[in-house]
Every structure is written in structure tokens, then in C-alpha cells.
């Protein structure tokens, strides 16, 4: 099995999270010392030094912060799944992910609508995170 | 006073056949011709520049990793003392007059030229995917988030939701946009357009539409600046930099600190607020990086001009448009003017010809002083140029 669609240049400051990902987690970066949440960027643990971020799991429950209805596609590998939803969700942990929102009805997407994770298995490699209405 | 910076010389790139670049240019040629004719509406020569700023996407992998290295090979620069290649997105080249500003006024330059071009419409270069999944993007493009609009989509989701704007809003900023273009006609894209026929258009990335992206054009273009002191031997009166800020926040759309608000073009604008003693209430003329509706709307916003969530007021009914009560990007914008890719810099290069009174038809009543905003990435950098007939 493989995956025709744009697959994320992992690297080693990313590994954690895509791993987890294949094993059914949902893993995020915590700051010790503030206690906040994030993902990969360092913007919302300003001043933390390394040791003290580390990988959580996060519960896997989320809202929309804000999202797109995507008609135009993101080159050819999308052009037979438009429209989609392309969501940024901001787990109740606080940290925010860029993903998609896979639902039945794309017109009942809002923000702050409730979501959670499922994880979708696109390669033998690759599985990646993704949100669907909770329910 | 005397090594005071000011701008001299702007020229931009002509084009036809909606915005594609002459037969015969090149990605440097056309630099060169804009070069060439912004100093000689200074009565400068390249053999007066002293100091070179450029940024563009052209030549990369390879030679275009050292942009001001290769053009001062291609343009024959002698030694140049100065060289910019920063390159922050499409608000680069506002940033680029920011500091050659402070190279001018320190001595480190005498004559600095920024410059810009590009073939992308031509090439056929630009497409809605095909970014690297790399670093924090690594979430984004897997998703097949079209970059750049889908960002700024989500934004303009989130902008309604939390201010109340809708897509009618983002609509009068097109047809204001338009309107504008409409009087220039060097602009790509001229007919009138209605709010309707901005609502009707095909969808690309929710709330956006076709009439709320900006163009796919080739175009070039370049600005001169030198001292005050040196305008006395020159053809054109100065225009002086009275102010200037840049800053920058996130790479990926989920790291934007607040998706609602423009925070990068608060921070880049006060410092330049601050530096020219000016105001919000003393702008007679915004010239903002118009990528996509919403980023004039969020810009603004931003900028002081209105308050948070004051926008859609601020731009009903055509208030931005020509008779309106404050002109906005009178030279048609990127979404009607033209858009190479990297726009920053003709919000300069028609600044300067608002301030100097030769904008023809578009001309806007009294502008003396005028503020420039470049925005670059997914409204991730920004930078801000405060620009007056007067100095001080």
C-alpha cells in the first residue's frame, strides 16, 4: 500500500508525533514549566528550554478553531476528494493541529463544533491523525 | 536632514495580454528595464548605486539562493557596498526600503536599489500545491491545504466568527479594488465588477472565491532611494521615509497567535508609527498587500486605520474606492493591478505616484502622507513604510 498524496518529511523533532500516530496515539509536546501544550512549533512555550518539553498523549478531543471547504484542490492528488475539509483543531490540551475534517456534512461544519480523532492508515508507513464530528 | 532617506525613482514592468511580461523578457531583464527607468526618472545611472536589495522566487535551486549576488553581477554593479537578499515573503521588499533607509541615513549606501521580478504567469509556475511537507508545514500540505489561500481562508472563517464580517464584506473589497484599476491602465484586469458577481464566482477555498484572490501575473518593478541631500541635483522631489517596522510570526497557519487578528502588522506598523511621529488619523492613503480580501480587511484593522472588528464599516459601500472617503490600494491591487507573486513592492511604487501627484485618473485628493504594508507567507511576516511629501 501506498500513498499518492503529499507524505510529511519527518524529522527528528517530528518522529515522536508520526510514530505515535501509528500506534493509535495522539501525541503532543507539553512544557513542564508552563504547563502549555503544543505541536512542533515552539511559539507557545516561549522561553522553555528543551528539557523541559515533553511528549504527552493527548485524549484525542478537540473544536474547530477555524477551517476551509477546499474546492480548489492542493494539485492533482486531491482533485477527486473535492470539496474536503481542511480543519485547524485546537485539542483540549490547547495545542492546534492542522488536519482534515472527514464528514458526511460539510455544510454543518462550524467553529467550535466538537471533534475527534481517528487515524487514518495511508501507507504501511504512514498513518496520519485525523478529526471527524465527535459523536 | 542631510543624509535624510528618501525615495527618487519607482518604475514597474510593463505588461500585456492580462499581465504576462513582453516578448524577449527575462526574469532579470525585466529588472533591469525597471531599474534602468526608476533612475532615470531620478536622472540617476546604474553607475550611481551603491547599495542593492532584491528577493524573489526565481533561480532557486541555484544561482537565485544569492539574488543580490547574481544582479550585481547582471546589472554591472561596481562594488556595491550594500546588499539586502532578505527574503520574507511578499512584505520583503517594504522591508528592504526599511533598511536601506538606515544604510542611507548611516553612510553605509549612497544609492540603493530594490528590485523585483518575475515570469510566473509565463512559466506557469505557480500552482496550489506542490510545497514541501517539511518542518511545521508537515501537517498542513499532507491535509492538502492549497497554499497560500486555503490560510487564508481560515482566517477569514475565523475573522466572521469572532467580528461578525461576511462575505459581502470581502466582496466591497474587491469591487473597490476594481473600481481603482478601472482608472489605471497599466492594470491587468479593468472591467467593473459588482458584489454579485463576486459572490457568484467559483468557489476556491471557503469563504474565498475567485474574485477574492489576487491575480497570477508576471511583472517586475524597482525603487531608488538616496539622501535628501542628493535630490537637489535630481529630477524628482523626494519622498521621505519617515518610518518603518517589520516583524514576523509563524510559518504554518496553525501557529498564526490570534487567526483573527493581524498581529504581526500591529507590531511592524507601531514601531513605524513611532519612528515617523505619525499616526493612524494622519494617513491620507493606504497601499496594503491585497493577497486576498481578507488581508486588507485584517490589515486595516491592524494597522490602526479602523479598530479590530471595525472593517467591515470602514470598507461598506465603497469607502476605499475612488470618491471614497480613504483610498486603498489605488493602483487596482494585487487582485486587479497585477501580481507577480511577491507584491510588496508596488504598494511603494504607487505610494510614490500618489505622493508625487502623477497617478493620472486615479489620482487621489491631497495625499500627503501614506502608509505601505507588505505581507508576507500565510500572513506570517509583515512590514510597514510611512511615507510624506514632507519630512518631519
Redesign the interface.
Known sequence: MTCD???????AE?EPYWTGAREGRLMIQRCGRTGRCF???R??APGAEDADIRWIEAKGTGMV??????????????RD?TP?V?V?VELDEGA?????LVTGDIDAVH??QRVEVFFDRVSDDLT?P?FRPAG | MSRSPVIVGVADAPTHERGRALPGATVLSIQRDAANEALAQAGLTMRDVDGLAVAGMWGMPGPGAMQPVLLTEYLGLEWPRYLDGTNVGGAAFVLHAGRAAEAIRSGQADVVLIVYGSLQKSQAAR????R?????N??????????P??AY???A??HA?VYGSTRETLAEIAVATRAWAALNPAAAFREPMTVDDVLDA???????GRYDCCLVTDGGGAVVMTTEERTRDLRTPPVHVLGHGASA???????M?D?AKLEVAEQSSRAAYAMAGRGPAEIDLAMLYDSFTITVLMTLEALGLCGYGEGKEFVRGGRTGPGGAFPVNTNGGGLSYCHPGMYGLFTIIEACHQLWGIAGERQAEGVRTAICHGTGGVLSSGATLILSTENG
Open positions: 498524496k503529499p507524505v510529511p518529511a519527518i524529522d517530528s505541536l512542533y512549533s511559539r507557545l478553531y477555524s477551517f476551509t471547504v477546499c474546492h480548489a484542490p492542493a494539485g492533482p492528488a486531491f476528494e474536503y481542511v485547524c492546534r493541529i492542522v488536519s482534515n467553529i467550535g496520519v485525523k | 500552482a496550489l500545491g506542490g514541501p511537507a517539511m518542518f511545521s508537515q501537517w498542513d500540505i499532507p491535509a492538502g491545504l492549497p497554499l489561500v486555503g481562508a481560515m482566517a472563517q475565523r466568527h467559483r468557489m476556491i477555498a471557503s469563504p474565498l510570526s509563524h510559518a504554518s497557519i496553525a501557529h497567535p487567526m
